[in-house]
């Protein structure tokens, strides 16, 4: 077991120096401010509850009537959404716009735009 910890350790080392350093330039294929994907569909508005690396989840509150109770219940729902290189400044619980695009992998339909 101790031997497979170390396995993993030394794989995630490897990962970030391998990850290169842009200073000023935004090479993300799948921004919509440089690379022209195109927007359509649905937006909405929300809080970043989890990131990694360039996904975000976004969510944002709604509210459901329970009939047999009389009383509503918060909810929320939420998607999957890209997050571009140019934007990694944001981070978990600040509120953003995404917008609806082209699928860009199995799970994401939508990138972040910008700031609420
Ligand atoms: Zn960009």
Same mark, same amino acid.
């Given at each position: 077991?101790?031997?497979?910890?170390?396995?993993?350790?030394?794989?995630?080392?490897?990962?970030?120096?391998?990850?290169?350093?842009?200073?000023?330039?935004?090479?993300?294929?799948?921004?919509?401010?440089?690379?022209?994907?195109?927007?359509?569909?649905?937006?909405?508005?929300?809080?970043?509850?989890?990131?990694?690396g360039r996904? #975000? *989840? +976004?969510?944002?509150? &709604?509210?459901?009537?329970?009939? !047999?109770?009389?009383?509503?219940?918060?909810?929320?729902?939420?998607?999957?959404?890209?997050?571009?290189?140019?934007?990694?400044?944001?981070?978990?619980?600040?509120? #953003? *716009? +995404?917008?609806?695009? &082209?699928?860009?992998?199995?799970? !994401?339909?939508?990138?972040?735009?910008?700031?609420?």
């Amino acid at each position: 077991m101790a031997g497979r910890k170390t396995k993993v350790k030394a794989q995630t080392k490897a990962k970030i120096e391998k990850t290169p350093k842009k200073e000023g330039r935004c090479e993300d294929k799948k921004c919509p401010a440089h690379a022209g994907i195109s927007l359509r569909g649905r937006s909405f508005t929300g809080e970043i509850i989890r990131k990694n690396g360039r996904t #975000v *989840k +976004v969510e944002w509150p &709604r509210f459901r009537y329970f009939p !047999k109770y009389e009383r509503y219940a918060k909810l929320a729902s939420g998607v999957l959404a890209h997050l571009p290189e140019c934007m990694q400044e944001f981070e978990v619980g600040q509120k #953003v *716009k +995404v917008t609806e695009c &082209r699928p860009l992998s199995k799970m !994401k339909h939508f990138v972040v735009v910008g700031k609420e």
